[in-house]
């Protein structure tokens, strides 16, 4: 038996799109027949990786995007459904680190972590729900197909990690937050769920696991590896189909075990 998840008719929307597991999972959602809208402040990086969907047949719009500012996040999202339609899915994906011991935790490294991962999440999905929940209640009756928002939190949300101790507490919180609306908009037919990545393989820290530190860490994780932007395709997949109605308030670990 085989299964075809469609999304076409649908607009997705992935913040952090410029680079790493943004870039992926909107070119996993393109092929899937959705049309994208990339958002990010390096707005240069978007317009390659749009050209690459575009080469490819997909359907990619470029939006200027900074999360810790309300404006901007406003300005996005109605330039999203102005130039492209209504959103029916966001992939909720900007994301900053530290790397340091709690003590040595400064203000702006709080700040700077808090503000993107929590703050700036919060407020991006509230800007596409907002929309959402309007579009239910005018819809008529049988025609409203709801909408999924992925807010990508991680593994170390649910196994705090040594030396980036607030990115953990920064992911904890944006699971707790996942759990939250799915209670509150799941009246409205939005589903909200949180996919919680192990250790992936991205440009950002591709040259880190090829040093002794980064092989250490490697021969703790349960099989020896760290994974592939591309090994969340299937539970991106899973969480932004049309069919997975009835998956609402998930946490979604796709760590390799690591957190088992």
């Not at 005018?138 to 990508?152: C, K, L, Q, S």
């Not at 820290?205 to 760290?226: C, D, F, Y």
Request: charge should be negative; glycine fraction near 10%; aromatic fraction near 6%.
């Amino acid at each position: 038996m085989s299964y075809n998840i469609d999304l076409s008719g649908r607009v997705a929307f992935v913040s952090g799109a410029s680079s790493g597991l943004g870039a992926q999972f909107a070119r996993t959602l393109s092929q899937a027949g959705a049309a994208v809208v990339l958002a990010a402040r390096r707005v240069e990086r978007l317009k390659t990786l749009r050209a690459e969907i575009e080469s490819a047949g997909g359907d990619a719009h470029v939006v200027a995007l900074d999360v810790t500012d309300p404006d901007s996040i406003k300005a996005a999202v109605a330039h999203a459904e102005t130039e492209v339609g209504t959103i029916d899915i966001l992939v909720n994906n900007s994301g900053v680190s530290t790397t340091q011991r709690l003590v040595d935790v400064s203000p702006e490294d709080y700040d700077f972590v808090m503000d993107t991962n929590t703050r700036g999440a919060f407020f991006v999905a509230q800007e596409v729900a907002k929309r959402m929940i309007a579009r239910s209640r005018g819809a008529a009756p049988g025609t409203f197909t709801g909408g999924r928002i992925v807010n990508v939190a991680s593994m170390a949300g649910l196994r705090p990690l040594s030396q980036i101790g607030v990115y953990a507490m920064s992911k904890a919180t944006v699971i707790h937050m996942t759990k939250a609306m799915a209670l509150e908009w799941g009246k409205f037919g939005i589903n909200v769920n949180a996919l919680c990545p192990g250790y992936i393989d991205t440009e950002m820290n591709h040259q880190h696991w090829q040093t002794e530190a980064g092989q250490k860490l490697m021969s703790i994780l349960p099989r020896k590896r760290v994974g592939q932007p591309q090994d969340l395709d299937s539970a991106l997949m899973m969480l932004c189909a049309n069919e997975s109605h009835f998956i609402n308030g998930a946490i979604l670990s796709a760590d390799d075990g690591f957190g088992a």
